[in-house]
T-cell receptor, first 113, second 111 residues
Framework: GENVEQHPSTLSVQEGDSAVIKCTYS??????FPWYKQELGKRPQLIID?????GEKKDQRIAVTLNKTAKHFSLHITETQPEDSAVYFC????????????FGRGTSLIVHP | DAGVIQSPRHEVTEMGQEVTLRCKPI?????LFWYRQTMMRGLELLIY????????DSGMPEDRFSAKMPNASFSTLKIQPSEPRDSAVYFC?????????FGQGTRLTVV
């Protein structure tokens, strides 16, 4: 089955700095990579995703990159703000057929004002 | 739409007791997942249903855990008997296409 590794487990940055979270996956057939954000005490929610037919996707201050050859993908947050503080989960799955995301263990991002 | 609804939000129970967690998925979603979240292991997939049928329960940790989905609008996760190491947040998520919508979770504490 799929195995997703996520690093770092915790990340502390100053407001305005950039933050990068990295994930690797094991199943070369995986082709869909969503990222979820979980604020303290709340449910995980989808914030951005990328499919294997593109290498990068941006949405305002967040971007995701994908390297299919190396089987790794990353989340980049620029100009971090205190409200970005949360746990971020990456996931990998095959889109098409049954969608079954395998999640990484999560990264706790703390943005200091 | 109120989203995925889980109950109870918090449950404190004594070791050995039966615990039942409940989930109402979003109408029209054809897949439902149960996850367990802990600091040590993150989000673990316990079981998932497709069109109310259990497809893969290989993530269920022990026979003490069981899950049912009697119809498209309701699922339960039961732990009997409960143990302190079962303490965690349990999430239910319903899926449409490639997006999983999570419920608010049930925080279970077994003392």
């Amino acid at each position: 089955g799929e195995n997703v590794e996520q690093h770092p487990s915790t990340l502390s940055v100053q407001e305005g700095d950039s933050a990068v979270i990295k994930c690797t996956y094991s199943d070369s057939a995986s082709n869909y990579f969503p990222w979820y954000k979980q604020e303290l005490g709340k449910r995980p929610q989808l914030i951005i995703d990328i499919r294997s037919n593109v290498g990068e996707k941006k949405d305002q201050r967040i971007a995701v990159t994908l390297n299919k050859t190396a089987k790794h993908f990353s989340l980049h947050i620029t100009e971090t703000q205190p409200e970005d503080s949360a746990v971020y989960f990456c996931a990998a799955s095959k889109a098409g057929g049954s969608y079954i995301p395998t999640f990484g263990r999560g990264t706790s991002l703390i943005v200091h004002p | 739409d109120a989203g995925v609804i889980q109950s109870p939000r918090h449950e404190v129970t004594e070791m050995g007791q039966e615990v039942t967690l409940r989930c109402k998925p979003i109408s029209g979603h054809n897949s439902l997942f149960w996850y367990r979240q802990t600091m040590m292991r993150g989000l673990e997939l316990l079981i998932y249903f497709n069109n109310n049928v259990p497809i893969d329960d290989s993530g269920m940790p022990e026979d003490r855990f069981s899950a049912k989905m009697p119809n498209a609008s309701f699922s339960t996760l039961k732990i009997q008997p409960s143990e302190p190491r079962d303490s965690a947040v349990y999430f239910c998520a319903s899926v449409i296409a490639t997006e999983a919508f999570f419920g608010q979770g049930t925080r279970l504490t077994v003392v």
